[in-house]
C-alpha cells in the first residue's frame, strides 16, 4: 500500500485531493489524508464532484500500477452534513452511499461515546453469547463458568470505553421478570477463595484500559493517534499528558479516558534517563514521594517550580552538583 500513500500524498500536495485539517486548541493543525489497517482503507476529501473524479483516477493508477483490485462493491461513500449531488459523486466511484454512524473495523464510527447504538455489536455478541434460554436451563454453577468465557473472549478495545452489565443474567428472569440479588456484586467479583464466585471486576478492566492510553500517549514516540490528540488538546508537564479535556474541545472518547487518568498518574514513578522531560520538584523520580510534597518550604522559595531535573543539574561544578536557585537567601 505504499504506492497508494504516494499517490495520495501527491495528489493532496498538487491540491487535487484536500484531505482533512484537524486543528485544536493551540492553534495547531495537521493533515489526515487517509488511513490504513491491513487492507482496509479511509481516504478523506472534500465532498466535491471534482474532488471525487480525482480519486476515481487515482484508484485506477494504483490498479493499474499494483495489479490489485479495489473491491468497490464493499466500498461506500461516506458524506458529513448536508451535501448535494451524493449520487452522483457515488456513481463516479462506482460504490454505495454509505451514512454516519458506521462500523469501521468492529468499531462504531461517528457515533456519540455515550448513545447505546454505540455498543450495539457489543451487545449482540453478548446475546449470542448469554442467550435467554439458557438463564432457565442453567446452573448458577454453569452460569458462572459461561459468564467468565464470555468475559475472557469480549475484545478489550470495547472495553477501554464500555461498562459491561454485570447482574442480569446471573440472576435469571430478564428484562420482564425480576429476581432479588442474592448477595452484592462485591462479593460475587471476590476470589472464591475469600467466599466469593471469582468474576472478573469489569470496572477494573475497565480502569486498566483507560490507563493503558494514558500511558501510551505518555510513552509513544510519534504515533499518528498521538499527533491527533496533541494536536486537538495541546500537551503539558513536557508531553507526558494532553492539556485539560474542556470546552469546545471537551467532547469525546478522549475526555472519558481522561476522567480516570489520575489514578494512572499517582501510580507512576520516573525513572531518570536525559532528564529533559522529567520535572525535578512535581514528578515523582527520587524515591517514593514528590520533591514538593516532601520540601513544602523550599518549592514555595523555588524560583523555577516547573524546572526539569536536567535544568537544575549543574555540569560546570566539580563533578556536578544541584544547582537550585530561590527567592531569597536561606541566612536572611
Not at 143 to 158: E, G
Not at 245 to 256: D, L, Q, S
Not at 264 to 290: A, P
Not at 305 to 317: F, G, P, Q, S, Y
Amino acid at each position: 500500500m505504499e504506492v497508494f500513500s504516494i499517490l495520495v500524498k501527491r495528489a493532496v500536495e498538487g491540491c487535487f485531493l484536500s484531505g482533512c485539517c484537524l486543528r485544536g486548541r493551540g492553534g495547531g493543525e495537521m493533515m489526515v489524508t487517509h488511513l490504513l489497517f491491513a487492507d482496509d482503507t479511509i481516504i478523506f476529501c472534500e465532498a466535491k464532484k471534482e474532488q471525487v473524479t480525482n480519486l476515481s483516477w487515482i484508484l485506477a493508477w494504483f490498479e493499474a500500477s499494483s495489479g490489485l483490485r479495489i473491491n468497490l462493491a464493499k466500498s461506500a461513500l461516506i458524506l458529513v452534513g448536508e451535501v448535494v449531488e451524493v449520487e452522483e459523486m457515488a456513481v463516479e466511484l462506482g460504490c454505495k452511499v454509505g451514512s454516519l454512524p458506521t462500523v469501521y473495523l468492529g468499531f462504531p464510527l461517528g457515533a456519540h461515546h455515550k448513545a447505546t447504538s454505540m455498543w450495539d455489536g457489543v451487545e449482540e455478541r453478548m446475546r449470542r453469547r448469554l442467550a435467554q434460554w439458557k438463564r432457565y436451563y442453567i446452573s448458577k454453577g454453569g452460569r458462572i463458568t459461561l459468564i467468565k468465557s464470555t468475559l475472557a473472549s469480549m475484545p478489550t478495545y470495547h472495553l477501554s470505553l464500555f461498562r459491561m452489565p454485570k447482574k442480569t443474567f446471573f440472576w435469571g428472569g430478564g428484562n420482564l421478570e425480576k429476581k432479588v440479588h442474592l448477595i452484592n456484586w462485591e462479593v460475587v467479583c471476590t476470589h472464591k477463595e475469600k467466599g466469593g464466585l471469582g468474576i472478573r471486576r469489569i470496572d477494573m478492566l475497565n480502569k486498566a484500559q483507560l490507563g493503558k492510553w494514558v500511558w501510551r500517549f505518555a510513552s509513544e514516540k510519534d504515533n499518528l493517534w498521538k499527533r491527533v490528540i496533541s494536536v486537538k488538546y495541546g500537551q503539558e508537564g513536557s508531553g507526558w499528558r494532553t492539556r485539560e479535556v474542556r470546552g469546545t474541545f471537551g467532547v469525546g472518547v478522549w475526555k472519558e479516558i481522561m476522567r480516570e487518568a489520575n489514578w494512572c498518574w499517582d501510580s507512576v514513578e520516573f525513572k531518570v534517563g536525559k532528564e529533559t522531560r522529567v520535572k525535578f520538584w512535581t514528578d515523582q523520580w527520587c524515591g517514593n514521594d514528590v520533591m514538593s510534597q516532601t520540601f513544602p518550604h523550599l518549592f514555595t522559595l523555588a524560583v523555577h517550580r516547573d524546572a526539569t531535573v536536567n535544568e537544575v543539574w549543574d555540569t560546570n561544578l566539580g563533578q556536578g552538583e544541584w544547582n537550585l536557585r530561590f527567592s531569597r537567601d536561606f541566612n536572611d
